[in-house]
């Protein structure tokens, strides 16, 4: 049996809203030659990074575009190597 997944923000936590982010992706080789997809997501209170393997980059991936479908857009995400370094959200300077 699976455990329940937590809720997706803290909603006891006052100091959440929508904050500009920025994402970084790249591709790290382990010394014993294995591949990584790393991925960072830095806010202005917050940086997370995280090691993913290639099949958790696609599960990531699958997931991103279900949200993507779920706010209404009309199609995939299908960036190319590096588009998504340095984006913005929300979009801005």
């Known amino acids: 049996m699976s455990q329940p997944l937590p809720p997706v923000t803290d909603l ?12 970084a ?4 080789t382990s010394a014993d030659g294995a591949e990584y997809g790393i991925i960072t997501v ?3 209170s917050a940086t997370v990074t995280a090691y993913l393997s290639p099949g958790e980059v696609r599960e990531w ?5 279900g949200l993507h479908a ?14 998504l370094n340095g984006l913005r959200f929300p979009p801005g300077p």
């Open 12 to 23: 006891g936590n006052a100091l959440l809203s929508a904050v500009p982010a920025q994402l």
């Open 70 to 83: 779920q706010l209404g857009a009309s199609s995939l995400i299908v960036p190319g190597p590096g588009a």
């Open 42 to 44: 830095r806010t202005t």
């Open 61 to 65: 991936a699958d997931h991103l575009n």
């Open 25 to 28: 992706t790249g591709v790290l």
